[in-house]
């Protein structure tokens, strides 16, 4: 039997933890097969996620500058328009730019792709079906499942991704909604409502937590309601939908709310209520492999399951849905094979959301450390006071610390405005090393910078912020 037919490493699923779990192992120098049945590597993060929806949030971001605030900086257009087949095409050259890239990376790696759907048998044995239905065997040393998730459908409102749309229709649509329904105030469903209702649809927002974004810190979630109804979102928290159904080219939602039924139509409905394992290829009771609570695959910290030498990485194993989470779980993964001594953990796993303000959060919410009982400051610092800020003209939001009332050790950060997912990074690395608020204060930033809110926000939470 050929080597290729038994790695070391065969990895279940391409996408950002799979391929970087791949690229991990074969670094290490183990040879490494990746399975893959979508046409394309890089999973929903690469091909209908993360970075086509960026795409989309970049161009509609342009145009709404240069309809609506290009002329606070002495810019006049006239009678800006846009092109949605263009704004489209661009989203997909973005992806297939990506796509191509982790393929590149394969080569450069020599890990081999093996183009088909996998299925894991007893005795750690994967068979591959490709898409010439021809079956090929693999007898791999270990195994990483990565096979991702997929989003929860309510079942009166059933994806048909024309009308009733998940994240994968919502990227697509070929027309501007006239009214666009979403459900759930979650990350997914503000990004794409924000999308769209920078082209000029209608956008009502139905969720059943009484804040949007629920989990933050109550600052960020009162903030961002506050700014997205501002900028033309339609809103309801605390709000039930308890039925729906297409009727032609419309959809009919009912919702309950304030104790009454209400009754909303809209030409599209994007369904963003959350996601769930999609255990592809695995039949679990068959093979004695344990499941959590909601289906998803139990590991440790070691992201091994419960059967010998199969491990378990991404939106599989749960958790926080995150690509950046799945690829640190595959490094893990592939460095625990490798025979390295790491484990996982989650202290100081960043969240970003990618609308305009941007919200970026690390660590425990104020609320969370309050109910622990323990003691705490909090600093807070507004982009309103920052030179660079007013410069670019985005002058709202601000950065909020929460720290040991003792130590002053970071709990959790933040933020919200202009440029926050990059202005994250360094407390991330700060609550990493169980770093302080004086740590972050004592570190000289550029100026003028927005890193310098991030800055006064620490010196804020030791009382001693200079330019407020």
């Known amino acids: 039997m050929s080597d290729q037919l038994t790695p070391d490493v065969l990895v279940i699923g391409g996408g950002p933890g799979g391929y970087v779990a791949s690229i991990r192992a074969a670094q290490l120098g183990l040879s490494v097969v990746c399975v893959e049945m979508d046409r394309t590597l890089g999973g929903t993060c690469v091909n209908v996620g993360c970075i086509p929806s960026k795409a989309l949030l970049a161009s509609s971001e342009h145009f709404e500058f240069a309809r609506l605030h290009a002329a606070e900086h002495g810019i006049d257009y006239q009678g800006v328009t846009f092109d949605l087949e263009r704004m489209m095409h661009r989203k997909d050259d973005v992806v297939a730019q990506n796509t191509k890239g982790v393929e590149f990376l394969f080569k450069k790696n020599k890990v081999t792709w093996a183009k088909g759907f996998g299925t894991l048998k007893a005795g750690n044995v994967v068979e591959v079906k490709g898409h010439d239905d021809v079956v090929t065997t693999y007898r791999p040393r270990h195994v990483i499942l ?219 919410t104020e609320g969370e450390v309050k109910a622990s009982g323990r003691a705490y400051r909090v600093g807070k610092f507004p982009f309103s006071a920052n030179g660079r800020a007013r410069s670019m003209g985005e002058t709202g939001g601000f950065v909020k610390f929460v720290v040991d009332a003792t130590t002053d050790e970071i709990l959790g950060c933040h933020m919200i405005g202009a440029n926050v997912s990059d202005l994250l990074s360094e407390v991330v690395l700060a609550m990493e090393y169980r770093g302080t608020a004086e740590d972050i204060g004592a570190t000289v930033h550029s100026h003028p910078t927005l890193s310098e809110v991030v800055k006064e926000a620490a010196l804020a939470a030791l009382g001693r912020a200079m330019h407020i």
């Open 146 to 364: 990565a096979t991702g998730s997929v989003p929860m459908e309510l079942p009166f409102l059933r994806f048909d991704e024309e009308r009733v749309l998940s994240n994968v229709g919502a990227l697509k649509i070929h027309e501007v909604p006239h009214h666009l329904i979403v459900i759930g105030g979650g990350v997914i469903g503000l990004e794409l409502g924000s999308v769209w209702r920078r082209l000029g649809a209608k956008v009502t927002v139905i969720e059943y937590a009484p804040t949007i974004l629920p989990g933050n810190d109550d600052d960020i979630t009162k903030e961002a309601g506050r700014v997205f109804k501002k900028q033309g979102m339609e809103i309801h928290t605390s709000a039930k939908v308890t039925g729906g159904r297409r009727d032609g080219d419309h959809v009919i939602v009912e919702v309950e709310e304030n104790g009454a039924t209400t009754t909303y139509e809209a030409d599209y409905v994007l369904v963003s209520i959350g996601r769930k394992p999609a255990l592809y290829g695995i039949d679990a009771p068959a093979l004695g492999l344990a499941l959590g609570a909601r289906g998803e695959i139990s590991v440790n910290d070691q992201m091994r399951t419960n059967l010998p030498d199969v491990f378990a990485i991404g939106d599989s194993v749960g958790g926080k849905l995150l690509a950046h989470k799945a690829e640190e779980e595959g490094v893990i993964a592939a460095e625990v094979i490798a025979g390295k001594s790491v484990h996982m953990h989650y202290h100081n796993m960043p969240g970003v959301v990618y609308t305009w303000p941007e919200v970026a959060t690390c660590g425990l």
